[in-house]
Protein backbone atom coordinates (compact mmCIF):
# COMPACT_ATOMS: atom_id res chain seq x y z
CA UNK A 1 0.00 0.00 0.00
CA UNK A 2 1.53 3.28 -0.79
CA UNK A 3 2.65 5.61 1.67
CA UNK A 4 0.42 8.57 3.33
CA UNK A 5 -3.49 6.57 1.92
CA UNK A 6 -6.21 8.03 4.19
CA UNK A 7 -7.73 5.69 6.22
CA UNK A 8 -11.45 7.15 8.25
CA UNK A 9 -12.29 5.38 11.77
CA UNK A 10 -15.66 5.38 12.69
CA UNK A 11 -16.07 5.90 16.47
CA UNK A 12 -13.76 7.48 18.48
CA UNK A 13 -14.32 5.29 21.53
CA UNK A 14 -11.70 2.92 23.11
CA UNK A 15 -11.45 0.70 20.11
CA UNK A 16 -11.65 3.29 17.32
CA UNK A 17 -8.84 5.61 18.77
CA UNK A 18 -7.05 2.68 19.40
CA UNK A 19 -6.96 1.82 15.36
CA UNK A 20 -6.72 5.26 14.51
CA UNK A 21 -3.23 5.89 16.32
CA UNK A 22 -1.27 2.82 14.97
CA UNK A 23 -2.27 4.04 11.40
CA UNK A 24 -1.23 7.28 11.92
CA UNK A 25 1.93 6.10 13.44
CA UNK A 26 2.54 4.20 10.76
CA UNK A 27 2.33 6.86 8.37
CA UNK A 28 -0.86 6.85 6.95
CA UNK A 29 -3.51 9.96 6.90
CA UNK A 30 -6.38 9.01 9.63
CA UNK A 31 -9.58 11.02 9.83
CA UNK A 32 -11.30 10.01 13.38
CA UNK A 33 -14.93 10.58 13.21
CA UNK A 34 -17.42 10.46 15.71
CA UNK A 35 -20.90 12.04 15.58
CA UNK A 36 -20.01 14.68 18.05
CA UNK A 37 -17.10 17.16 18.38
CA UNK A 38 -16.64 16.25 21.95
CA UNK A 39 -16.24 12.34 21.29
CA UNK A 40 -13.68 13.52 18.99
CA UNK A 41 -11.57 15.08 21.04
CA UNK A 42 -11.42 12.51 23.70
CA UNK A 43 -10.59 9.91 21.05
CA UNK A 44 -7.58 12.54 20.25
CA UNK A 45 -6.85 12.86 23.57
CA UNK A 46 -6.70 9.59 24.44
CA UNK A 47 -4.17 9.14 21.71
CA UNK A 48 -2.19 12.10 23.00
CA UNK A 49 -1.90 10.19 26.76
CA UNK A 50 -0.87 6.80 24.87
CA UNK A 51 1.83 8.49 23.56
CA UNK A 52 2.75 10.55 26.10
CA UNK A 53 2.93 7.02 28.28
CA UNK A 54 5.14 5.83 25.68
CA UNK A 55 7.70 8.92 25.84
CA UNK A 56 7.78 7.81 29.71
CA UNK A 57 8.57 4.30 29.37
CA UNK A 58 11.35 4.84 26.33
CA UNK A 59 9.04 3.35 23.64
CA UNK A 60 8.23 6.51 21.55
CA UNK A 61 10.15 9.48 21.26
CA UNK A 62 9.06 12.86 21.02
CA UNK A 63 9.25 13.16 16.76
CA UNK A 64 6.88 10.56 16.81
CA UNK A 65 4.80 11.78 18.82
CA UNK A 66 4.56 14.94 16.96
CA UNK A 67 4.51 12.65 13.63
CA UNK A 68 1.23 10.36 14.56
CA UNK A 69 -0.66 13.34 16.05
CA UNK A 70 0.31 15.08 12.77
CA UNK A 71 -1.46 12.09 10.92
CA UNK A 72 -4.37 12.23 12.69
CA UNK A 73 -7.42 14.97 12.31
CA UNK A 74 -10.79 14.60 13.50
CA UNK A 75 -14.21 14.68 12.04
CA UNK A 76 -17.94 15.13 12.62
CA UNK A 77 -19.10 15.39 8.87
CA UNK A 78 -18.87 11.25 7.92
CA UNK A 79 -19.03 12.54 3.90
CA UNK A 80 -15.76 14.62 4.79
CA UNK A 81 -14.03 11.89 6.96
CA UNK A 82 -14.36 9.12 4.46
CA UNK A 83 -13.63 10.96 1.28
CA UNK A 84 -10.60 9.84 -0.62
CA UNK A 85 -9.94 6.67 1.42
CA UNK A 86 -8.52 4.01 0.88
CA UNK A 87 -10.05 1.66 4.06
CA UNK A 88 -13.01 2.60 5.79
CA UNK A 89 -13.06 1.17 9.24
CA UNK A 90 -15.90 0.98 11.72
CA UNK A 91 -15.75 0.87 15.76
CA UNK A 92 -18.99 1.34 17.03
CA UNK A 93 -20.62 -0.37 19.53
CA UNK A 94 -21.72 -4.55 18.91
CA UNK A 95 -25.04 -3.67 16.96
CA UNK A 96 -26.04 -4.76 13.59
CA UNK A 97 -28.34 -2.66 12.65
CA UNK A 98 -25.76 0.49 13.51
CA UNK A 99 -23.16 -1.52 11.30
CA UNK A 100 -25.30 -1.93 8.68
CA UNK A 101 -26.35 1.74 8.76
CA UNK A 102 -22.81 3.14 8.40
CA UNK A 103 -22.11 1.14 5.83
CA UNK A 104 -25.39 1.98 3.85
CA UNK A 105 -24.27 5.75 4.59
CA UNK A 106 -20.51 5.33 3.73
CA UNK A 107 -21.01 2.79 0.66
CA UNK A 108 -22.33 6.00 -1.71
CA UNK A 109 -19.72 7.94 -0.90
CA UNK A 110 -16.65 6.39 -1.34
CA UNK A 111 -14.17 5.10 -4.48
CA UNK A 112 -15.47 1.74 -5.91
CA UNK A 113 -12.04 0.13 -4.57
CA UNK A 114 -12.11 1.51 -0.84
CA UNK A 115 -12.62 -1.31 1.85
CA UNK A 116 -15.08 -1.20 3.88
CA UNK A 117 -13.95 -3.20 7.39
CA UNK A 118 -15.75 -3.86 10.56
CA UNK A 119 -13.95 -3.90 14.07
CA UNK A 120 -16.68 -6.14 15.33
CA UNK A 121 -15.80 -9.13 17.57
CA UNK A 122 -18.64 -11.44 16.72
CA UNK A 123 -20.65 -10.26 14.10
CA UNK A 124 -21.06 -11.96 10.76
CA UNK A 125 -19.43 -10.07 8.38
CA UNK A 126 -22.22 -11.73 5.27
CA UNK A 127 -24.93 -9.87 7.36
CA UNK A 128 -23.42 -6.35 7.48
CA UNK A 129 -22.51 -6.51 4.06
CA UNK A 130 -26.18 -7.89 2.90
CA UNK A 131 -27.72 -4.41 2.30
CA UNK A 132 -24.56 -3.02 0.07
CA UNK A 133 -24.23 -2.73 -3.82
CA UNK A 134 -20.77 -4.16 -3.10
CA UNK A 135 -20.52 -6.87 -0.81
CA UNK A 136 -17.13 -8.09 -1.87
CA UNK A 137 -15.51 -5.39 -0.44
CA UNK A 138 -16.70 -6.03 3.14
CA UNK A 139 -14.16 -7.97 5.23
CA UNK A 140 -13.85 -8.01 9.10
CA UNK A 141 -10.45 -6.39 10.49
CA UNK A 142 -11.17 -6.93 14.55
CA UNK A 143 -8.17 -5.29 16.41
CA UNK A 144 -7.49 -6.17 19.98
CA UNK A 145 -7.23 -3.78 23.02
CA UNK A 146 -5.21 -2.12 23.71
CA UNK A 147 -4.59 -1.69 19.93
CA UNK A 148 -1.34 -0.14 20.61
CA UNK A 149 0.17 -2.81 22.00
CA UNK A 150 -1.71 -6.19 21.03
CA UNK A 151 -0.18 -7.63 18.05
CA UNK A 152 -2.98 -9.59 16.97
CA UNK A 153 -5.03 -8.78 14.06
CA UNK A 154 -7.76 -11.45 12.94
CA UNK A 155 -8.87 -10.85 9.43
CA UNK A 156 -12.57 -12.14 9.13
CA UNK A 157 -13.19 -12.87 5.04
CA UNK A 158 -17.23 -13.27 4.53
CA UNK A 159 -18.43 -15.77 2.04
CA UNK A 160 -18.43 -12.68 -0.63
CA UNK A 161 -15.20 -11.03 0.18
CA UNK A 162 -13.15 -10.73 -2.62
CA UNK A 163 -9.32 -12.49 -3.04
CA UNK A 164 -8.27 -8.81 -3.40
CA UNK A 165 -9.32 -7.45 -0.09
CA UNK A 166 -8.22 -9.86 1.47
CA UNK A 167 -4.57 -9.45 0.54
CA UNK A 168 -5.08 -5.50 0.81
CA UNK A 169 -5.96 -6.28 4.12
CA UNK A 170 -3.83 -8.71 5.21
CA UNK A 171 -1.44 -5.94 3.73
CA UNK A 172 -2.51 -2.81 5.64
CA UNK A 173 -2.12 -5.48 9.06
CA UNK A 174 1.71 -5.85 8.81
CA UNK A 175 2.05 -2.30 7.48
CA UNK A 176 0.56 -1.34 11.66
CA UNK A 177 3.14 -3.77 12.92
CA UNK A 178 0.39 -6.60 13.52
CA UNK A 179 0.68 -10.23 12.99
CA UNK A 180 -2.61 -10.99 10.85
CA UNK A 181 -4.54 -14.41 11.19
CA UNK A 182 -7.40 -15.32 8.59
CA UNK A 183 -10.67 -17.08 9.15
CA UNK A 184 -13.57 -17.91 7.62
CA UNK A 185 -16.98 -15.69 8.54
CA UNK A 186 -18.46 -17.68 11.86
CA UNK A 187 -20.59 -16.75 15.43
CA UNK A 188 -17.80 -15.23 17.57
CA UNK A 189 -14.95 -16.23 14.84
CA UNK A 190 -11.97 -17.80 16.65
CA UNK A 191 -10.43 -15.24 19.10
CA UNK A 192 -14.08 -14.23 20.42
CA UNK A 193 -15.11 -17.43 20.47
CA UNK A 194 -12.47 -19.48 22.34
CA UNK A 195 -12.19 -16.45 24.92
CA UNK A 196 -15.15 -16.02 25.54
CA UNK A 197 -15.25 -19.42 27.05
CA UNK A 198 -12.68 -19.04 29.27
CA UNK A 199 -14.35 -15.71 30.52
CA UNK A 200 -17.61 -17.52 30.66
CA UNK A 201 -16.76 -20.73 32.97
CA UNK A 202 -14.31 -17.83 35.21
CA UNK A 203 -17.76 -16.50 36.22
CA UNK A 204 -19.38 -19.50 36.71
CA UNK A 205 -17.01 -20.36 39.11
CA UNK A 206 -16.95 -16.91 40.59
CA UNK A 207 -20.62 -17.78 41.26
CA UNK A 208 -19.99 -20.97 42.55
CA UNK A 209 -17.15 -19.90 44.78
CA UNK A 210 -14.41 -22.02 43.80
CA UNK A 211 -12.11 -18.78 44.46
CA UNK A 212 -11.61 -15.45 44.53
CA UNK A 213 -11.37 -13.16 40.88
CA UNK A 214 -7.57 -12.69 41.70
CA UNK A 215 -7.11 -17.05 42.19
CA UNK A 216 -8.61 -17.62 39.16
CA UNK A 217 -7.13 -15.14 37.04
CA UNK A 218 -3.63 -15.80 38.68
CA UNK A 219 -4.34 -19.85 37.66
CA UNK A 220 -3.93 -18.53 34.38
CA UNK A 221 -1.61 -16.29 34.51
CA UNK A 222 0.81 -18.52 35.87
CA UNK A 223 -0.42 -22.17 35.28
CA UNK A 224 -1.02 -21.37 31.61
CA UNK A 225 1.26 -18.35 31.14
CA UNK A 226 -1.72 -16.34 29.95
CA UNK A 227 -0.91 -12.86 30.14
CA UNK A 228 -4.07 -12.27 31.77
CA UNK A 229 -6.55 -13.77 33.06
CA UNK A 230 -10.20 -13.89 31.98
CA UNK A 231 -11.61 -11.37 34.66
CA UNK A 232 -9.21 -8.82 34.12
CA UNK A 233 -9.55 -9.18 30.44
CA UNK A 234 -13.30 -9.19 30.70
CA UNK A 235 -12.68 -5.83 32.87
CA UNK A 236 -10.89 -4.08 30.43
CA UNK A 237 -12.88 -5.36 27.42
CA UNK A 238 -16.10 -4.22 29.44
CA UNK A 239 -18.47 -6.44 31.26
CA UNK A 240 -21.42 -4.78 28.40
CA UNK A 241 -19.05 -5.82 25.64
CA UNK A 242 -19.17 -9.64 26.82
CA UNK A 243 -22.42 -9.64 27.43
CA UNK A 244 -23.67 -8.54 24.08
CA UNK A 245 -21.18 -10.99 22.89
CA UNK A 246 -22.22 -13.72 24.82
CA UNK A 247 -26.00 -13.30 24.04
CA UNK A 248 -25.24 -13.43 20.40
CA UNK A 249 -23.35 -16.32 20.39
CA UNK A 250 -25.91 -18.30 22.64
CA UNK A 251 -28.72 -17.18 20.08
CA UNK A 252 -26.79 -18.48 17.17
CA UNK A 253 -24.65 -21.16 18.04
CA UNK A 254 -27.59 -22.44 20.41
CA UNK A 255 -24.90 -23.76 22.57
CA UNK A 256 -25.63 -23.72 26.70
CA UNK A 257 -21.77 -22.48 26.92
CA UNK A 258 -22.27 -19.38 25.99
CA UNK A 259 -25.34 -18.86 28.03
CA UNK A 260 -24.51 -15.38 29.99
CA UNK A 261 -23.86 -16.09 33.41
CA UNK A 262 -26.09 -14.59 35.96
CA UNK A 263 -23.34 -12.41 37.72
CA UNK A 264 -22.32 -11.05 34.48
CA UNK A 265 -26.17 -9.48 33.87
CA UNK A 266 -26.45 -8.42 37.37
CA UNK A 267 -23.05 -6.44 36.96
CA UNK A 268 -24.44 -4.96 33.72
CA UNK A 269 -27.14 -3.73 34.76
CA UNK A 270 -25.60 -2.19 38.45
CA UNK A 271 -23.12 -0.61 35.91
CA UNK A 272 -20.35 -2.54 36.94
CA UNK A 273 -18.68 -2.54 33.45
CA UNK A 274 -14.88 -3.00 34.22
CA UNK A 275 -11.94 -0.47 33.84
CA UNK A 276 -14.06 2.17 32.14
CA UNK A 277 -16.76 2.53 35.07
CA UNK A 278 -14.27 2.22 37.57
CA UNK A 279 -15.51 -1.41 38.59
CA UNK A 280 -15.86 -4.78 37.32
CA UNK A 281 -14.73 -7.45 38.99
CA UNK A 282 -11.72 -5.79 40.22
CA UNK A 283 -12.35 -1.82 41.74
CA UNK A 284 -10.09 0.50 38.94
CA UNK A 285 -8.81 4.26 39.62
CA UNK A 286 -10.82 6.54 37.61
Do not use: C
Amino acid sequence: MAEKEKIAIIGAGTMGHGIAQVAAAAGYRVALHDVTAAAVEAGIAAVRANLDKGIARGKVTEDQKEATLASLHGETNLENAVGETAFVIEAVPESLELKRKIFRDVEPTVGADTVLASNTSSISIDRIADELQNPGRVIGLHFFNPVHLMALLEIVRGRRTSEEVVGRAFELGTTLGKDPIVVRDSPGFASSRLGLVLGLEAMRMLEEGVASPEDIDKAMTLGYRHPMGPLRLTDLVGLDVRLAIAEYLHRELGSETFRPPRILRDKVEAGHLGKKSGQGFYEWSR
